[in-house]
T-cell receptor, first 116, second 107 residues
Framework: DVKVTQSSRYLVKRTGEKVFLECVQD?????MFWYRQDPGLGLRLIYF???????EKGDIPEGYSVSREKKERFSLILESASTNQTSMYLC???????????????FGQGTRLTVV | SQQGEEDPQALSIQEGENATMNCSYK?????LQWYRQNSGRGLVHLIL?????REKHSGRLRVTLDTSKKSSSLLITASRAADTASYFC???????FGAGTTVTVRA
C-alpha cells in the first residue's frame, strides 16, 4: 500500500515562528501536493511539485514556500507563521507526471496547525 | 481558482436511500476524480473517470461525466451509516478540488 506520512498530526506554533511541515511518500510518485483545508472552503492548493526541485504555485501560495530536494519528501514552510494560517494541512502524492494528467492521489492524515 | 464545484453543499438521507451529488468544472479535462473524506481525516480516492467515458461503476458507486456540460455526478446507492462523509471532485494536473458535499446518512 502507498503510504503518505505527515510528520505531525497536531502542531501548535507561535506567531512569527518559522514552521516546517514534512511529508514523505514511499511509492516513488512524481507528483506531490500541499493543500490547506478550512471549513466551507474545501481543499485549496498551496503548492504542487511534479519532480525533484520542480514546483508550481497553487491558488494560495502567499506566506508559504516549499522544498523538494528528494523525490520522496515534500516540505511546506511557513516563513513567519500568522494566526490566519491556522488550518488543516494535507499532503498528497500521485504517480503521473505533468504531461500525462493525473492519476489517483494518496493523502496523508493531515496536520492540524494552530498558530497562537 | 478552484476548478470543481460540488452541489449540494450538504445532503441528509435515510439509510438505504440513494445519494446523488454533482460536480461542475470550468476547463477541459483529461479525467475527473471523486474522493471521500471522513471527519478530520485525509481523503480517500473513490473513482476516476476519463474524458472519453460517460459512466463508470464501482460497487455501490456510479459516476457519470458529461463533458459538453462540464459536469459529473456521483450516485451512492443503498446508503449506509458508514457513507457519512464529505465527497469531493477533483480535476486537472494540479488536482484542483471543490468545496465538497457533506453527506449525512441517518440510521
Amino acid at each position: 500500500d502507498v503510504k503518505v506520512t505527515q510528520s505531525s498530526r497536531y502542531l501548535v506554533k507561535r506567531t512569527g515562528e518559522k514552521v516546517f511541515l514534512e511529508c514523505v511518500q514511499d511509492m516513488d510518485h512524481e507528483n506531490m501536493f500541499w493543500y490547506r483545508q478550512d471549513p466551507g472552503l474545501g481543499l485549496r492548493l498551496i503548492y504542487f511539485s511534479y519532480d525533484v526541485k520542480m514546483k508550481e504555485k497553487g491558488d494560495i501560495p502567499e506566506g508559504y514556500s516549499v522544498s523538494r530536494e528528494k523525490k520522496e519528501r515534500f516540505s511546506l514552510i511557513l516563513e513567519s507563521a500568522s494566526t490566519n494560517q491556522t488550518s488543516m494541512y494535507l499532503c498528497a502524492s500521485s504517480l503521473s507526471g505533468i504531461k500525462r494528467g493525473n492519476t489517483e492521489a494518496f493523502f496523508g492524515q493531515g496536520t492540524r496547525l494552530t498558530v497562537v | 481558482s478552484q476548478q470543481g464545484e460540488e452541489d449540494p453543499q450538504a445532503l441528509s438521507i435515510q439509510e438505504g436511500e440513494n445519494a446523488t451529488m454533482n460536480c461542475s468544472y470550468k476547463t477541459s479535462i483529461n479525467n475527473l476524480q471523486w474522493y471521500r473524506q471522513n471527519s478530520g481525516r485525509g481523503l480517500v480516492h473513490l473513482i476516476l473517470i476519463r474524458s472519453n467515458e460517460r459512466e463508470k461503476h464501482s460497487g455501490r458507486l456510479r459516476v457519470t461525466l458529461d463533458t459538453s456540460k462540464k459536469s459529473s455526478s456521483l450516485l451512492i446507492t443503498a446508503s449506509r451509516a458508514a457513507d457519512t462523509a464529505s465527497y469531493f471532485c477533483a480535476t486537472g494536473y494540479k488536482l484542483s478540488f471543490g468545496a465538497g458535499t457533506t453527506v449525512t446518512v441517518r440510521a
